[in-house]
């Protein structure tokens, strides 16, 4: 059963760079059906995609975290990484990862993310 | 436009039937796969329906799903208090190649 881990520190500093990883178990993170997210969801409000990343290392990124996002996968150790830039309070959030699925349709689109890691919480403050 | 639109909030009544809005734009709900998560509070989202009316294995059939045009619906029929939580609509946008999630929907059972 395919399970997620997210990890890092939970308190980050203003203007510092926040870094977490999901471990992957259960399944092989070089599969080309899947992608690799990170979600994120700031207190009592909704979902946010941040980013994704297949297992060759291409990325495609939410157009609003793109000039201080980082992503990165290795596939010797089955993890992903997320690296995010110069952090403010507005980034202190329960940070998810998931698996997203590719649809067997023509085109092979992202069709859903499951399953999900259970989430880490990163508050961002001095 | 990139962006999912869902009531904030809505409400029924023990054993009624329930449906939830999102409404979207052609680069989105017009052309890719939507899927549907359940959030109760404290604990990861849940994936309900998957391209667009199809239940994972578990799911119970009083969840299902449907579109019209750039609209999609999830339905819940015989509603439970356990069924209270926050449900969430997600979607690739083929615009600006990135996922995006409408804004949520929390469910009251009373």
């Known amino acids: 059963q395919l399970q997620l881990q997210e990890s890092g520190p939970g308190l980050v500093k203003p203007s510092d760079t926040l870094s977490l990883t999901c471990t992957v178990s259960g399944d092989s993170i070089s599969s080309s059906r899947y992608y690799w997210g990170w979600i994120r969801q700031p207190p009592g409000k909704g979902l946010e995609c941040i980013g994704n990343i297949y297992y060759s290392g291409s990325t495609f990124f939410n157009p609003s975290f793109k000039s201080r996002l980082d992503m990165s996968v290795d596939t010797s150790n089955n993890h992903f990484s997320l690296r995010l830039a110069s952090v403010t309070a507005a980034d202190t959030a329960v940070y998810y990862c998931?698996?997203?699925?590719?649809?067997?349709?023509?085109?092979?689109?992202?069709?859903?993310?499951?399953?999900w890691g259970q989430g880490i919480l990163v508050t961002v403050s001095s | 436009q990139s962006v999912l639109t869902q009531p904030p909030s809505m409400s029924a009544a023990p054993g009624q039937k329930v449906s939830i809005s999102c409404s979207g734009s052609?680069?989105?709900?017009?052309?890719?796969?939507l899927s549907w998560y359940q959030q109760f509070p404290g604990t990861a989202p849940k994936l309900l329906i998957h391209d667009t009316n199809k239940r994972p294995s578990g799911v119970s059939d009083r969840f299902s799903g449907s579109k019209s045009g750039t609209v999609a619906t999830l339905g819940i029929t015989g509603l439970q208090t356990g069924d209270e939580a926050e449900y969430y609509c997600?979607?690739?946008?083929?615009?600006?190649?990135?996922?995006?999630f409408g804004g949520g929907t929390k469910l009251t059972v009373l």
């Open positions: 997600g979607i690739w946008d083929s615009d600006i190649s990135a996922w995006i």
């Open positions: 052609g680069s989105n709900i017009g052309k890719n796969f």
């Open positions: 998931a698996r997203l699925i590719r649809s067997l349709e023509p085109g092979r689109r992202p069709s859903r993310f499951d399953p």
